[in-house]
């Protein structure tokens, strides 16, 4: 989508600056980014516990993992949400909040939720409850999804049987009981819906489709758009074989068994599921809409651990780093990453070196991806290939 927002969260050691100093730092990041390619806003992260080398490494994995899974989780709620509003774009819109706030509103000042996920746990244990409560609303929305379309597939369905053509739809209104032959041993009348272009073959061939077809007995019942309803008398032992007939030729043979009382309880049932659905139907958004923001507020803190692990890899200690969150669009996204690379570059030592253009290149690209995606780092969030850079640095959409 042109009008689409890309996201870029990026990390730098405040050594960027001559002073060392926080604010000029992300003074120096906000002019490098350059407002002609992005607005930049602090983003904040707590200090975690932070536990021996090993561990953070198979942090990064996991996180990369959860980073991954919590993508797909939201979209996933968005199709349910596309799906329920019937692809509504303005309404699906304003459901889509986070704490009833837009997202980008909740992203520009996002504050770590430290009352659901307290800074002073360890990472292991913040990374499993971020990865138990994506699974379970996956899980939830999954249910909850299938449960109202089972019920929305009903309704459509006995809706069709009252609306549809005579070929498909209900005949308990259409057919007077004294119509049809009923209880007989012998014989049995066959309800049979015939292409309104093929009437006149109808009747000049339905006596002679099988033997013993009670003569005269095809009767017009009613009539729509496409199809005219016959009734047909013939002998039960030749049923089968009329029926087969008639199919070879198009013309469709229908079920009809008289009930007392039928029409009226078709009708009911009809009813019975319409309240059904209406009442899912609100259920089901109300999930929907929670299950978004919430997946989409566990995705951003899943980033935020992602940034500070990769960050005590890449600077190591003590930390001393800004965190900026750049709002951007696709297009001008490369321009600023750009401008970061020819920035930033240093920080990546003797992996990068320039070309006559001045462009950025690697000594040994593969090499070099390989080994950081091995510790678990250095990949672009929706980048190809995991791009190696030399700064922390994820970019993503949420739409």
């Not at 292991?124 to 929305?141: C, F, G, M, N, R």
């Not at 049923?239 to 199919?247: Q, S, V």
């Not at 899943?302 to 990769?310: D, G, M, T, Y």
Request: with cysteine; aromatic share 10%; charged share 25%.
């Amino acid at each position: 989508m042109s009008n689409s927002v890309k996201y870029l969260l990026v990390s730098l050691p405040t050594s960027i600056s001559t002073s060392n100093d926080h604010e000029e730092a992300f003074a120096a990041l906000r002019t490098t980014i350059s407002k002609d390619y992005g607005i930049v806003y602090p983003f904040h992260i707590p200090e975690f516990k932070i536990g021996t080398l090993d561990a953070l490494v198979q942090q990064a994995d996991e996180l990369a993992k959860l980073d991954s899974a919590c993508e797909g989780v939201v979209s996933k709620v968005a199709d349910s949400l596309s799906n329920i509003l019937d692809g509504d774009e303005n309404k699906i819109s304003q459901q889509k909040t986070v704490n009833d706030r837009p997202v980008d509103q909740y992203l520009k000042n996002f504050s770590w939720n430290k009352v659901k996920y307290r800074a002073d746990k360890p990472l292991a244990e913040l990374i499993d409850i971020l990865q138990k409560e994506i699974v379970s609303i996956d899980s939830d929305v999954k249910n909850r999804q299938t449960q109202y379309t089972q019920v929305r597939t009903s309704l459509t369905t006995l809706q069709r049987k009252q609306t549809g053509n005579l070929s498909t739809r209900s005949l308990t209104s259409l057919i007077d009981p004294s119509s049809v032959v009923q209880d007989s041993e012998y014989i049995e009348t066959l309800l049979i819906a015939v292409p309104n272009q093929m009437n006149k073959e109808f009747l000049k061939s339905y006596e002679t489709l099988a033997p013993m077809v009670v003569p005269r007995s095809g009767t017009r019942i009613t009539s729509d758009e496409e199809y005219t309803l016959f009734t047909v008398t013939v002998f039960k032992k030749h049923t089968l074989e009329f029926i087969h007939k008639c199919r070879e030729r198009k013309w469709t043979p229908r079920d009809y068994k008289y009930v007392e009382g039928g029409r009226e309880e078709e009708q009911k049932e009809v009813d019975r599921v319409a309240r059904d659905e209406k009442k899912l139907w609100g259920e089901a958004l109300r999930l929907f809409r929670t299950a978004w923001g919430e997946s989409v507020m566990i995705w951003v803190h899943a980033l935020a651990l992602r940034v500070f692990v990769e960050t005590v890899l890449r600077y190591g200690l003590p930390l001393e780093f800004i965190c900026g969150l750049v709002t951007s669009t696709p297009k001008l996204a490369k321009k600023a990453k750009f401008n970061l690379d020819l920035a930033y570059s240093y920080l990546g030592g003797n992996a990068f070196g320039r070309d006559k253009k001045g462009r950025i290149k690697t000594k040994d690209d593969s090499s070099l991806s390989s080994d950081m995606a091995a510790m678990g780092i250095g990949g672009v969030h929706g980048g190809e290939g995991g791009e190696y850079t030399a700064y922390v640095y994820y970019e993503f959409e949420i739409n």
